[in-house]
């Protein structure tokens, strides 16, 4: 693919191609450079700065992949496996409050894309203060499945 992909350098098809195949083998430095190439080809699609950031994700680089995601929802709000993404790394970096203000957002915007199940969740207590409130339930990064967003023509 590699070999191709130097083959047709300004084609952002095989470029993507590419960045997704050095993900899904864990190469995921190689992959984040291969998506940024992506963008510089094909800039201001939401799918591409979610793959970028998935790699960042991949590795737990929290503050990369939260700068890259909220850039792609610069380019598209409703981007559901973006704000999915931003709702882990947020109760990554320990933000438990944006981290449910995002769950709930995506909830709002797709509630069927996002499939919230007791695989992917942990139940969260009431904090201290506030027992008077229900239990949450929360995403876990097991809901960040290890996958890019296939490369659409426009």
């Known amino acids: 693919m590699q070999a191709f992909a130097e083959l047709q350098p300004e084609d952002v098809q095989v470029a993507a191609h590419l ?24 800039p201001g699609r939401a799918d591409h700065y979610y793959n970028l950031g998935l790699c960042f994700f991949s590795v737990e680089n929290w503050d990369a992949a939260l700068a890259t995601w909220l850039t792609a929802l610069a380019h598209d709000p409703k981007h559901a496996p973006t704000n999915k993404g931003l709702a882990v790394v947020y109760w990554k970096r320990g933000d438990y409050k944006q981290a449910w ?52 023509s426009p």
């Open 19 to 42: 960045a997704n195949a050095l993900f899904r083998v864990g190469r995921y430095q190689e992959a984040a450079k291969a998506f940024e190439k992506v963008l510089r080809l094909d």
């Open 101 to 152: 203000e995002t769950v709930a957002h995506c909830q709002a915007l797709v509630s069927r894309s996002i499939r919230i199940s007791s695989r992917t969740c942990k139940r969260i207590p009431a904090s201290r203060g506030h027992e008077d409130q229900a239990d949450t339930v929360f995403p876990t990064s097991s809901m960040m499945r290890a996958t890019t967003c296939s490369w659409r």
